[in-house]
């Protein structure tokens, strides 16, 4: 159909010719409400948003000698961020002379792996970097 012909049923009809193929020959246009047919693609645009889920990356700091209070509040911290679905990153921080007990802050991280289990898996094992040890934990995706 030639284009002044388009644009005179569109006028017509009160409704809006909108391009829908430009690069096919010849181009395809459509009669139709814009402004509706933006609303509807936004509307579909927001039902996928919805759906989706985004990850964060939370991060815990502990010390080597923590004490068991502390450790408790701090794990409850970790299975409430990977019960939202948030990876944890738990960073032991070693300060002065705390770095020749090495082996009581990789202990420390070993028990909150083996505590959050259930729900949560290590990405990679526990890695030193300069001063600080740390993991970070994945929560566990439910298969339906």
Known sequence: MVLKRALELAVEQELDLVEVAPTAKPPVCRIMDYSKYKYDQEKKERRVKKNQKVSHLKQIRIKPHIDEHDYQIKLKQVLAFLNKHDKVKVNLFFRGREMAFKDQGDALIQRFIK?????????????????MLYVVLTPKTEKK
């Not at 959050?116 to 001063?131: C, Q, Y």
């Open 115 to 131: 505590d959050t289990a259930e729900i949560g898996l290590p990405e990679k094992n526990p890695m030193m970097e300069g001063r």
